[in-house]
């Protein structure tokens, strides 16, 4: 396989304000070849996560990528060459690798995905990835629901904020979601349970909101930032969590924009803000996948992806996670699964 | 004692901006009789506190104070008419009263202090009372410091502040004070054994903050808001805290001030800010008259107590804890001590 071609994004730049396509350039080389110890993955899926567009600008919990290299991302895939004790031609494995058809691995970064039948692959990439663990340990872990409390969710129609309303009704909690159109919020009440939705930009929303928590907010899921947390942070019961997942709102922000102006009332509630990266609970992903997999593959839980096609087409798809043009997890599908 | 006169701050009107004279006003009318199962508490002590600006105001942990009655107060007094089984003239008593001469309680608001030899009534006032369990439980309870730890205090000088990092230092943690003055400063270091404070006010002052952490920020305690809190965000370390105590810059702000805006730091640094009011405490003042009473009444804690003279002088005195002006507890004497 020595003559395969491994298209990859190079970054050139640091955006700013979102300028992704003026630093991200498609090129083409060699495929490279696994070494001693080493294995190659083909690319079959690459996740798109707001979270990308922070490894391109700076230093946070991961370096920033360097210039001109390819750009990081998860991916899935199949072994495609092998030297590696661990690992052999054909599983299928995810992990961190690039924004390319092919990734090379020491194993150190990737793990194979747990056989549950009847799954499609795309479920790895949603509610059974690293988009099911920021929700599930987000929630669970940091955000401790207790039967009867009212949970709100920030980008509710969005990968991870989708499942988190979904666990919370599990759980027996209100499930109360945003999100920017009324098609989303259609899809939250209609299709996966939400108990109400609120579609942030209709006027009056902040009205219709403290109409949708009549016994206050116990669990405010914290994707956005701004006016939202505003006002969310202005309904929060006494003893209420912020399980801070990010702040998608201000990830191109050339300006950092101001925090919310109402965070003194984390005093007068004794409220607790707390952020979280779903990297620090890989050691505990077999807890997820004992509780979550069997919801997903009972239907309880359900889940949407958006997947687009082809590595060319990446920047094109990577924009809609600032628009607000995807509903569920952005997937870009690079080549063909194998057959099982 | 019916003849006696009660001179109380009625509260005019809701303060705007720190005009705290144009809204409260000095009255004086007889002073009132404790009734059935009450009892009367002549104030020895009015404690002040940024918290009282926030009563004036606004309904929050406590409900504002209804206009046109009397301020209120903490204060420490005596028993000198009694209705009422458990208490009896003569006890020294804390807890919450008004900005006047004199209380009548039915008891549920108020407690005897304990009897510890050799403590000025002051100490009741300050780190044995509720700003040392606002120090105690904030820093210990909120905080968790591990021994080795280093624990940065904003607003250092200030009554809790100037026992937090004391605390910490018994814990075995590393003591920052952030503070507004060099005077301020050379107190923390000098007699509060402080590793190192900073003055705020000096040009720099962020990089010398950085220097003082070389290890990075653990805890950072917050009672102030504003700039500094961003410096301490962007200092902070993978699973820091943040108690969050106060945000004294922002109380009599007539506009909301933005909040910080480097607040995903959070995230980034898997941190929690969480914040807690003492009164929630009331029930484990046991356990820091346990630890804390030896500590003071061994000298092991300094405090300081910044004591004025005269009920009918509480707004000049008030009004210096929002200028700097006080270096630890702020207290007016209200009456004379009874001999004992």
Redesign the interface.
């Known amino acids: 396989m020595s003559d395969a071609i491994n298209r990859h994004w190079l970054l050139l730049d640091r955006p700013k304000g979102g300028n992704f396509t003026e630093v991200l350039s498609l090129r083409e080389e060699p495929a490279p070849v696994a070494g001693e110890g080493q294995f190659r993955v083909r690319t079959i899926h690459l996740s798109l996560d707001p979270t990308n567009a922070v490894w391109m600008q700076y230093d946070?919990?991961l370096p920033a990528v360097p210039l001109n290299s390819t750009m990081r991302g998860l991916v899935l895939g199949v072994v495609d060459q092998s030297n590696h004790p661990k690992f052999k031609v054909g599983d299928i494995v995810t992990g961190m690798g690039g924004w390319a058809d092919y990734t090379i691995s020491d194993g150190s970064a990737f793990g194979r995905v747990p056989a549950i039948p009847g799954l499609p692959l795309t479920a790895y990439m949603g509610p059974l990835g690293m988009t099911g663990a920021t929700a599930y340990f987000g929630l669970l872990d940091i955000g401790r629901p207790k039967a009867g409390e009212t949970v709100v969710v920030s980008a509710a129609a969005g990968a991870v904020g989708s499942l988190v309303g979904q666990i919370a009704k599990i759980k027996g909690c209100r499930a109360v979601g945003i999100a920017g159109s009324d098609e989303k919020c259609a899809w939250l009440t209609g299709e996966l349970g939400y108990d109400a939705a609120i579609n942030y930009k209709a006027k009056g929303w902040q009205k219709a909101l403290k109409a949708a928590v009549p016994d206050g907010i116990d669990i405010y899921f914290e994707n956005v930032?701004g006016d939202i947390t505003e006002a969310a942070l202005s309904l929060l019961n006494v003893k209420g969590r912020i399980p801070?997942?990010?702040?998608i709102s201000?990830y191109n922000a050339t300006e950092?924009?101001?925090?919310?102006?109402?965070?003194?009332?984390?005093?007068?509630?004794?409220?607790?803000?707390?952020?979280?990266?779903v990297l620090?609970y890989n050691s505990r992903l077999g807890e997820m996948y004992a509780e979550m997999g069997p919801w997903v593959a009972e239907g309880r839980i359900k889940w949407k992806v958006d997947l687009d096609q082809g590595l060319e087409n990446t920047l094109t798809s990577f924009a809609k996670l600032f628009t607000g043009g995807n509903t569920g997890k952005l997937v870009v599908q690079v080549s063909e699964e194998p057959a099982r």
Chains 1, 2 share one sequence.
Do not use: H, I, K, T
């Open positions: 946070s919990y930032g801070f997942c990010g702040a201000q950092p924009p101001p925090g919310p102006r109402n965070l003194s009332v984390l005093v007068s509630r004794r409220a607790r803000m707390e952020g979280f990266l620090d």
